[in-house]
């Protein structure tokens, strides 16, 4: 592996909770939605982290790619380093649940949005192209489908059933209002991560009731986890609760009942949803009742064992390694597209001068051609097979000295 580390033409913007509040990670990905769908750029967010990654290199058919300006707190990573970044986020080891499924889940969806022509179009200033028409750009579909290899790979490694941000909020209500066996808690919204705190509740032994402005997909949850349908909306009351666990993607539509059941209780609330789906005011007001998922963030991590970090790491060192074989491979393909078309128009001046001082028939002509082809074939079938596999770059720039491509 020969890529200098701020070499490769690549850049990423992360912004993760541990610095930046959900607010400031909001705004920055309002930001980069204006960049996000150019086929030079992919944007990750999840609960904790809003990631843009591009690339540098100049287009002849896009203009300048402008990247939004970084909140305080935010990290810009060039070239393997952002790649590596990637990468150790994909392996899990960069979130709050060691390994948690969640994140492997997100970066396939990301992904897969960007393969499909028309999602979620933003407008994108452009040459003579559109930008929504062109592909993703090479470089960052291979760094994704390395990063997704390896989370497959180093999910199967797991120790003990699989844990989620729903566990770690489940916890933490427990932690707060003793165990959960028998205990009401409302889980308001529908969604992947309403689901996940709403099973994990239940296999505590929970009685979950579901809040969601679809009453269908409160419905259907509730039936799940065997529990029961809230209601929802402006008008709603708060139910009678032990805990409440809001998962949702907008600020909570309460009721001046449901507000003051939330100030008067003194039971824990947990709020998966960012931004924060409470108003700053009342999650002041709840005080010490009241946990953001940020908080989650800034707490210790899950911790590992050693030998299993370590597998973790060589498994990340082996996929930048693959990662950067891969680059430095794609470098040498113009020289050996130069020593192919160079080696085709040698034998196409010799065959021509040769024919000019001799007459042959069709035939003979055809023979001495099939010849010529198949000679110089086999003296370019080693080198270009080398430089095909050319992993430091050492045999690019032989090549091209040698053969003055």
Same mark, same amino acid.
């Given at each position: 592996?020969?890529?200098?580390?701020?070499?490769?033409?690549?850049?990423?913007?992360?912004?993760?909770?541990?610095?930046?509040?959900?607010?400031?990670?909001?705004?920055?990905?309002?930001?980069?939605?204006?960049?996000?769908?150019?086929?030079?750029?992919?944007?990750?967010?999840?609960?904790?982290?809003?990631?843009?990654?591009?690339?540098?290199?100049?287009?002849?058919?896009?203009?300048?790619?402008?990247?939004?300006?970084?909140?305080?707190?935010?990290?810009?990573?060039?070239?393997?380093?952002?790649?590596?970044?990637?990468?150790?986020?994909?392996?899990?080891?960069?979130?709050?649940?060691?390994?948690?499924?969640?994140?492997?889940?997100?970066?396939?969806?990301?992904?897969?949005?960007?393969?499909?022509?028309?999602?979620?179009?933003?407008?994108?200033?452009?040459?003579?192209?559109?930008?929504?028409?062109?592909?993703?750009?090479?470089?960052?579909?291979?760094?994704?489908?390395?990063?997704?290899?390896?989370?497959?790979?180093?999910?199967?490694?797991?120790?003990?059933?699989?844990?989620?941000?729903?566990?770690?909020?489940?916890?933490?209500?427990?932690?707060?209002?003793?165990?959960?066996?028998?205990?009401?808690?409302?889980?308001?919204?529908?969604?992947?991560?309403?689901?996940?705190?709403?099973?994990? /509740?239940?296999? %505590?032994? $929970?009685?979950?009731?579901? *809040?969601?402005? &679809?009453?269908?997909?409160?419905? #259907? @949850? +509730?039936?799940?986890?065997?529990?029961?349908?809230?209601?929802?909306?402006?008008?709603?009351?708060?139910?009678?609760?032990?805990?409440?666990?809001?998962?949702?993607?907008?600020?909570?539509?309460?009721?001046?009942?449901?507000?003051?059941?939330?100030?008067?209780?003194?039971?824990?609330?947990?709020?998966?949803?960012?931004?924060?789906?409470?108003?700053?005011?009342?999650?002041?007001?709840?005080?010490?009742?009241?946990?953001?998922?940020?908080?989650?963030?800034?707490?210790?991590?899950?911790?590992?064992?050693?030998?299993?970090?370590?597998?973790?790491?060589?498994?990340?060192?082996? /996929?930048?390694? %693959?990662? $950067?074989?891969?680059?430095? *491979?794609?470098? &040498?393909?113009?020289?050996?597209? #130069? @020593? +192919?078309?160079?080696?085709?128009?040698?034998?196409?001046?010799?065959?021509?001068?040769?024919?000019?001082?001799?007459?042959?028939?069709?035939?003979?002509?055809?023979?001495?051609?099939?010849?010529?082809?198949?000679?110089?074939?086999?003296?370019?079938?080693?080198?270009?097979?080398?430089?095909?596999?050319?992993?430091?770059?050492?045999?690019?720039?032989?090549?091209?000295?040698?053969?003055?491509?």
């Amino acid at each position: 592996m020969n890529v200098p580390r701020a070499a490769l033409e690549l850049n990423a913007l992360t912004v993760h909770a541990r610095a930046v509040s959900s607010e400031e990670r909001e705004a920055f990905a309002r930001a980069a939605m204006r960049v996000a769908h150019d086929p030079r750029a992919i944007l990750l967010r999840t609960c904790h982290r809003v990631e843009l990654y591009f690339v540098t290199a100049p287009s002849p058919d896009l203009q300048a790619l402008t990247p939004p300006d970084l909140p305080d707190g935010g990290v810009s990573l060039e070239g393997l380093d952002a790649a590596r970044h990637l990468l150790t986020v994909a392996a899990g080891l960069d979130s709050v649940v060691v390994g948690e499924d969640q994140i492997l889940h997100q970066l396939r969806e990301c992904l897969a949005d960007r393969r499909v022509p028309g999602a979620e179009q933003c407008p994108v200033e452009v040459g003579s192209h559109d930008a929504a028409a062109l592909p993703l750009d090479p470089l960052i579909e291979r760094l994704f489908q390395v990063a997704l290899h390896l989370g497959r790979e180093t999910r199967s490694w797991r120790e003990g059933p699989p844990r989620s941000l729903g566990d770690v909020a489940t916890d933490c209500v427990a932690a707060a209002a003793g165990p959960l066996i028998g205990k009401r808690v409302l889980v308001v919204g529908a969604g992947r991560m309403a689901r996940l705190a709403a099973l994990s /509740a239940s296999r %505590q032994g $929970a009685r979950v009731l579901v *809040a969601n402005r &679809s009453a269908e997909r409160a419905g #259907a @949850l +509730a039936w799940e986890v065997d529990g029961e349908p809230a209601p929802y909306g402006p008008t709603a009351p708060l139910p009678e609760v032990d805990a409440v666990i809001p998962a949702i993607a907008a600020r909570w539509d309460l009721s001046p009942a449901a507000r003051a059941g939330l100030l008067e209780g003194e039971f824990p609330v947990v709020d998966l949803s960012s931004p924060p789906a409470l108003e700053p005011a009342l999650r002041e007001a709840l005080g010490d009742r009241y946990t953001s998922v940020d908080d989650f963030a800034r707490s210790p991590q899950d911790q590992i064992r050693p030998r299993l970090r370590n597998r973790l790491e060589k498994a990340i060192d082996a /996929a930048e390694a %693959q990662f $950067a074989a891969w680059v430095n *491979a794609r470098s &040498s393909v113009p020289a050996i597209q #130069a @020593l +192919a078309e160079q080696a085709e128009s040698r034998r196409a001046e010799e065959l021509d001068r040769l024919f000019r001082r001799l007459e042959l028939a069709d035939h003979e002509r055809e023979l001495v051609e099939q010849m010529s082809q198949r000679l110089v074939a086999g003296l370019l079938h080693a080198p270009l097979a080398s430089l095909r596999e050319d992993s430091t770059g050492d045999l690019d720039r032989a090549a091209r000295a040698l053969f003055s491509l």
